[in-house]
């Protein structure tokens, strides 16, 4: 029994002014039954404990207040059933601890959401995660998109919001009883002017004899239309012009062959013929109706026969 040794326990608080009882006989140093180092962990741990009792209380009044569980402790899926075999408080302690996936978990995590829970109250890392990618997901899809703005319109350009908002601020008055005036007013704005108010200027001017573009070509056209339409461009007269039968008609039909070069050494080597038709004055040319035209290439003779038909003699 020699390793037997006696020992006193008191409480903390009386620690102070208990007196060691006087013993003859020798025995070992007595052992603490904790020391300073010991007692602030303690605490410490009870902090924790609080700490994390009160993150606890927090959550579940979040979730009771979007109905996150039934009497029962079952959680509600987002279809608003109840899942079978789950249980809010393992749940909870699951989310406040490191652990396994349980039932359950990905609904508890999204009434979690629905309630609006702050990440910094869950101490489970995966669910903490989970929980703010939610968040982040939900910030995204609730960002204000765009309008889109397509260019596949044909009577009037594309508007952009900064015109938008500077023919906004325009007051409705401003607009004078001259077109011309209204014209002006618009490109000051930033706005285009309609492709009707263009073509309705060209056909005016084209089809006036008095103009100096009328009946004109491409070039002048555009000169007198830059004029009153600064942003006016080649394409869009080329474009206009197409569309009218009297240019279509008018316009000189350019046709480029490629001829090669005739090469010759001496005379009679290659003649150049053609046929005259006279049919209209045969009458008065004794019955003749066409004229053989002959043209030596090499020293450039010309001559010509009077024939009645096209037939070969004999």
């Given at each position: 029994?020699?390793?037997?040794?006696?020992?006193?326990?008191?409480p903390?608080?009386?620690?102070?002014?208990?007196q060691?009882?006087?013993?003859?006989?020798?025995?070992?140093?007595?052992?603490?039954?904790?020391s300073?180092?010991s007692?602030e962990?303690r605490?410490?741990l009870?902090?924790?404990?609080?700490?994390?009792?009160?993150?606890?209380?927090?959550?579940?009044?979040?979730?009771?207040?979007v109905?996150?569980?039934?009497?029962e402790?079952?959680i509600r899926s987002?279809?608003?059933i109840f899942?079978?075999?789950s249980?809010?408080?393992t749940?909870?302690?699951?989310?406040?601890?490191?652990?396994?996936?349980?039932?359950?978990?990905?609904?508890?995590i999204?009434?979690?959401?629905?309630?609006?829970?702050?990440?910094?109250?869950?101490?489970?890392?995966n669910?903490?995660?989970k929980?703010?990618?939610?968040?982040?997901?939900?910030?995204?899809?609730?960002?204000p998109?765009?309008?889109r703005?397509?260019?596949?319109?044909?009577?009037?350009?594309?508007?952009?919001?900064?015109?938008?908002r500077k023919?906004?601020e325009?007051?409705?008055?401003?607009?004078k009883?001259n077109?011309?005036?209204?014209?002006?007013?618009?490109?000051?704005?930033?706005?285009?002017?309609?492709r009707k108010?263009?073509h309705?200027?060209?056909?005016?001017?084209?089809?006036?004899?008095?103009?100096?573009?009328?009946f004109?070509s491409?070039?002048?056209?555009?000169?007198?239309?830059?004029?009153?339409?600064?942003?006016?461009?080649?394409?869009?007269i080329k474009?206009?012009?197409?569309?009218?039968?009297t240019?279509?008609?008018?316009?000189q039909?350019?046709?480029?062959?490629?001829?090669?070069?005739?090469l010759?050494?001496?005379?009679?080597?290659?003649?150049?013929?053609?046929?005259?038709?006279?049919?209209?004055?045969?009458?008065?040319?004794?019955?003749?109706?066409?004229?053989?035209?002959?043209?030596?290439i090499?020293?450039?003779y010309?001559w010509?026969?009077?024939?009645?038909?096209?037939?070969?003699?004999?």
């Amino acid at each position: 029994m020699d390793s037997v040794r006696k020992m006193v326990v008191v409480p903390y608080e009386q620690q102070a002014n208990y007196q060691q009882p006087q013993d003859t006989s020798v025995q070992q140093p007595l052992s603490q039954p904790s020391s300073n180092q010991s007692i602030e962990k303690r605490k410490k741990l009870i902090l924790t404990n609080n700490e994390k009792l009160l993150r606890m209380i927090k959550i579940v009044l979040r979730l009771a207040s979007v109905n996150g569980y039934d009497d029962e402790g079952r959680i509600r899926s987002k279809k608003g059933i109840f899942i079978d075999k789950s249980n809010i408080i393992t749940l909870l302690n699951h989310a406040m601890s490191i652990g396994h996936p349980l039932i359950g978990e990905q609904e508890f995590i999204e009434l979690l959401r629905e309630a609006k829970v702050d990440p910094s109250l869950i101490i489970h890392e995966n669910v903490k995660t989970k929980l703010a990618n939610n968040y982040v997901r939900d910030d995204y899809e609730n960002i204000p998109k765009e309008p889109r703005v397509t260019s596949n319109v044909v009577d009037i350009a594309p508007v952009v919001n900064s015109r938008k908002r500077k023919f906004d601020e325009v007051d409705e008055n401003v607009f004078k009883e001259n077109d011309e005036e209204n014209e002006n007013l618009l490109e000051d704005i930033g706005w285009e002017i309609p492709r009707k108010r263009k073509h309705d200027f060209l056909n005016s001017v084209y089809y006036d004899p008095n103009h100096p573009a009328s009946f004109a070509s491409v070039e002048k056209l555009y000169n007198f239309a830059k004029e009153k339409f600064p942003n006016a461009n080649k394409d869009e007269i080329k474009e206009w012009l197409s569309e009218q039968l009297t240019y279509t008609l008018h316009k000189q039909a350019r046709k480029r062959f490629k001829r090669n070069k005739v090469l010759v050494s001496h005379m009679d080597e290659q003649w150049q013929a053609d046929l005259a038709d006279m049919r209209q004055v045969s009458s008065e040319n004794k019955g003749f109706k066409y004229i053989l035209t002959v043209i030596d290439i090499f020293s450039k003779y010309a001559w010509a026969v009077p024939i009645k038909n096209k037939q070969p003699d004999g």
